[in-house]
C-alpha cells in the first residue's frame, strides 16, 4: 500500500517529538522530514515534496510568506496549518496566503487526521468551533473585479447550489445524475473562471456575487468543512 508522505514544522522539540510519534503510528502515512522555522518550511517543501507539509503559525521567520512560498512555487505540497492560535484573522491570513487548512492545537488526533486525509484529498479543513466565523471573516473581504460579470451555465448554477450545501463530488454527481469525474470537470473549470484556488474560495466569490439563491445558503454546521 503507497504512504502518504508528510513533514512537520514546529519550533516546540517536545511538540515536535509528540506529533512525529502520533504520525508514526499510522500505516498510510510516512514522516519525511522536521523542521523548526519559517525558511525551514520552504526547503523542506522543495527538497522532499511531501504531499502534506504540517506547520504552526507561530515560527521563527515569517510563516504566512512560508505558505505563500510553497502555494506559489508549482509544488503539489499541500499545507495544513496546526496551531494554538484562535485568532478569526490569523486563519484568515493563513488560507488567504494558499493554506489548504487550519487546525487548532487543542483538536483531538481525530480531528487532526481527518484534517490531514481532507487535504489530501484537495479538501479545505477548518476546526469546527470558529469555522463559521472564519468562512464569515472571508466572505467579508470584497470580491476581485475580474470575477464581478462571470456568468454560469445551469450546470454549474446546479453544482455551485449543492456546494453550498457541503455536498461531495460524488453526492452531487448522484444527485445530478452525472459521473464524478465530469463533476470533477466543472469544479476545474468553476476554480478557473472565478480565479479560485480551492472550493472553499469558489464558494465565498460566488457568494459575493450573490449568484446563489437564499435557499442554497449554508448553515454553520456545513462550513466546518467544505468538500
Request: aromatic share 6%.
Amino acid at each position: 500500500m503507497s504512504r502518504s508522505t508528510i513533514a512537520v514544522v514546529d519550533d516546540h522539540p517536545v511538540f515536535l517529538e509528540g506529533l512525529a510519534a502520533l504520525l508514526s503510528s499510522r500505516r498510510d502515512l510516512e514522516l519525511l522530514a522536521r523542521g523548526a522555522c519559517a525558511n525551514d518550511a520552504v526547503s523542506l517543501a522543495e527538497q522532499y515534496q511531501p504531499d502534506v507539509l504540517v506547520m504552526d503559525l507561530n515560527l521563527p521567520g515569517n510563516a504566512l510568506e512560508a505558505i505563500h512560498q510553497v502555494r506559489s512555487s508549482g509544488s503539489s505540497t499541500r499545507v495544513l496549518v496546526f496551531t494554538a492560535s484562535t485568532n478569526v484573522n490569523h486563519a484568515v491570513s493563513a488560507l488567504e496566503s494558499g493554506a489548504w487548512g487550519y487546525v487548532v492545537k487543542g483538536s483531538t488526533a481525530a480531528e487532526f487526521f481527518e484534517a490531514v486525509n481532507c487535504v489530501l484529498q484537495n479538501q479545505t479543513y477548518i476546526t469546527p468551533s470558529f469555522a463559521a466565523q472564519v468562512i464569515s471573516a472571508l466572505r467579508a473581504a470584497s470580491a476581485p473585479d475580474n470575477v464581478k460579470s462571470v456568468k454560469f451555465s445551469v450546470r454549474e448554477e446546479q453544482i455551485i447550489q449543492l456546494l453550498y450545501l457541503g455536498r461531495t463530488n460524488k453526492e452531487i454527481a448522484n444527485k445530478l445524475d452525472l459521473s464524478e469525474k465530469t463533476v470533477k470537470h466543472y469544479m476545474t473549470l468553476l476554480m478557473q473562471k472565478l480565479h479560485a484556488r480551492n472550493r472553499v474560495e469558489v464558494v465565498l466569490a460566488v457568494q459575493k456575487l450573490g449568484a446563489v439563491p437564499p435557499s442554497a445558503q449554508p448553515h454553520a454546521s456545513d462550513m466546518a468543512l467544505i468538500n
